[in-house]
């Protein structure tokens, strides 16, 4: 079992900066695929990015490769989510999943699930 808690959310203007976090517990954090989903209102929750448990591979939506990534710390159960040039429709709650398994795009994949983040970007 893992326990996920997510921070590092706020207010931004757009083509601003964020770091999310997403801090693990339980010693078997290194072993499972990470993710970062987020859901805006009215929509559904959709792929952000992932990692691998040694972070040796990471996966990125189309809406955001090359401005957000994602990153972990095994040593410290820590995945993280550097969001740069962020613009409105970034706008959401944002959540970090784990799953046994290798990565994965969809939901339905994660075991675990954190509380979310807000995350809010003005224009």
């Known amino acids: 079992q893992v326990q996920l808690v997510e921070s590092g959310g706020g207010l931004v203007l757009a083509g601003g900066s964020l770091r999310l976090s997403c801090a693990g517990s339980g010693r078997t954090f290194s072993a499972y695929a990470m993710g970062w989903f987020r859901q805006a209102p009215g929509k559904e929750r959709e792929f952000v990015a992932a990692i691998r448990w040694n972070g040796g591979s990471a996966y990125y939506a189309d809406s955001v490769k090359g401005r957000f990534t994602i990153s972990r710390d095994n040593a410290k159960n820590t995945v993280y989510l550097q969001m740069n040039s962020l613009k409105p429709e970034d706008t959401g709650v944002y959540y970090c999943?784990?799953?046994?398994?290798?990565?994965?795009?969809?939901?339905?994949?994660?075991?675990?699930w954190g509380q979310g983040t807000q995350v809010t970007v003005s224009s």
């Open positions: 999943a784990a799953r046994r398994s290798g990565t994965a795009y969809y939901t339905g994949a994660y075991d675990h």
